[in-house]
């Protein structure tokens, strides 16, 4: 919720989530290895280390993974219950959580790790959805 409401939306953390998820779908019954870790950086170094994410996107998704849950940490600790607002105390807090020097630029990091992965989940499905078609599965 709020504005580093990081969980929802375009290029968020359920987008990553489900990027996931549908990567262990398509793969486990070749490769049961990626279904033992426990915990979102588990799992990307399994599927990166079983090749079904590039270098690239491995290291995107886990470092907007990690942005992402310093944001969601520290704006669970600082957001006031009614409200989408900082404490004026907290900014700081937040800032140093993810080493932003300002708020301008954090908005900025944030809209580019949702860009970022947005197009990487949209790589990686065009991928599944290449890879379902051409065994007849689906």
């Known amino acids: 919720r709020g504005p580093l409401d990081v969980k929802n939306g375009v290029g968020g953390l359920i987008e990553i989530e489900f990027l996931v998820q549908a990567l262990i779908l398509a793969y486990a019954a070749d490769c049961p290895a990626i279904i033992a870790p426990r915990g979102l950086v588990a799992t990307l170094e399994k599927l990166h280390a079983a090749d079904l994410l590039s270098r690239g996107d491995y290291e995107l998704l886990l470092e907007a993974g990690s ?26 807090m937040v800032l140093n959580a993810v080493q932003a020097p300002d708020a301008a630029r954090l908005q900025a990091q944030l809209e580019q790790f949702r860009e970022d992965v947005s197009a990487a989940s949209t790589r990686v499905m065009a991928a599944l959805r290449r890879i379902d078609g051409s065994t007849g599965a689906g």
């Open 67 to 92: 942005y992402y849950g310093a944001l969601r940490q520290i704006s669970g600790l600082c957001l006031e219950r009614d409200s989408d607002a900082i404490g004026q105390g907290a900014t700081e």
